[in-house]
């Protein structure tokens, strides 16, 4: 299990090693783990890898890259956003206590010699609708997005097949393979709503629109120390940017005076102009008329010919 703080931890090493997602995969898949350190090769054979973790939707945003999700590393993770649990909310109620000694039977049941999970008769009319489900999918849904859910329909099998071990059980029912297909779609549609829009918000904004952006959080009014530090740009560039109104501020009695940048309002841009943008405006303006001293004459209906203009007979209908 790796906590929030820890999982952050492994999408920074993400962006940081290019190879670190191919082990996490070849980990994830069950194959041989090789590695070489100057102490000498490591080997780690059948690795058995199981992930619970918590991150915010603004880490994963921010170190999940579009290659890694790509090259499928994140397909094979069940996202799910966390909402209020409304049992909290009431005092009065606790919620149910867990005896986990079944559970605990039916994992030393799997693992005490390997097993085969397969589809029950009453489950398999459900399969190819799951199948089908993943791939309409992944044909509609951007390929930003597809590229997270392209592994739903394995999924629903990898968790049918954990709900039938945890009974014990080496077939798959109709009613387990419901139950898995309930929970995958509900991950399908929050990895959907974590990554909708991700890469609109992962593209740099330019530095005008960083200026602005500080400019107005700042009540259309910000010193240099208010915005220099935070778009990564010297005064000049801050300065050459259209729109921007650079003025000096006097009113301190003591030291330099400080550089303030505003907005130039429309108003105030090409004021030279204003008589003949005026005279546009003015010719372009809308006439109002009275509702109660216009009424439009009534439409006369066409007259239709008596009989068929040509040897098409729809066409006296048109």
């Known amino acids: ?59 994963w945003q921010r170190y999940v890259g579009a290659s890694e999700a ?65 791939r309409i999918l992944g044909e509609t849904l951007p390929e930003a997005q597809a590229v997270f859910i392209e592994r739903t329909a394995e999924q629903t099998l990898r968790v049918a097949a954990c709900l039938a071990a945890s009974e014990c059980s080496t077939t798959i029912t109709d009613e387990i393979l419901s139950a898995a297909f309930t929970l995958v779609r509900r991950s399908v549609q929050d990895a959907v709503r974590i990554t909708k829009g991700a890469d609109a918000q992962r593209q740099s904004l330019s530095l005008a629109d960083k200026v602005r952006a500080r400019i107005k959080m700042h009540g259309g009014r910000a010193t240099s120390s208010q915005v220099l530090p935070y778009v990564g740009a010297s005064a000049s560039e801050v300065k050459a940017l259209p729109g921007i109104v650079v003025t000096m501020d006097r009113s301190g009695r003591t030291g330099r005076p400080a550089t303030v940048f505003t907005l130039r309002s429309d108003s105030s841009q090409h004021e030279e102009s204003a008589p003949a943008k005026r005279t546009v405006m003015e010719s372009n303006r809308a006439k109002v008329v009275r509702i109660d001293s216009f009424r439009a004459a009534p439409a006369q209906p066409p007259v239709r010919p008596a009989g068929p203009t040509s040897e098409n007979p729809f066409r006296s209908l048109l």
Not at 102 to 119: F, G, N
């Open 70 to 134: 790509a090259g499928g590393s994140y397909n094979r993770i069940l996202p799910f956003l966390l909402g209020s649990v409304s049992m909290l909310d009431d005092d009065r109620v606790s919620l149910p206590e867990v005896d986990g000694m079944e559970l605990s039977d039916a994992y030393a049941w799997a693992t005490a010699r390997p097993r085969v999970i397969t589809l029950g008769e009453d489950a398999r009319p459900l399969w190819p609708m799951v199948r089908r489900y993943a």
């Open 1 to 59: 299990m790796v906590c929030e703080e820890e999982w952050s931890e492994v999408l920074r090493r993400v962006k940081r090693d290019p190879s670190f997602t191919t082990k996490l995969r070849t980990a994830w898949d069950g194959a041989t783990l090789r590695n070489t350190t100057k102490e000498g090769p490591q080997e780690v054979k059948a690795p058995a890898m199981v992930l619970h973790a918590h991150v915010t939707p603004s880490d």
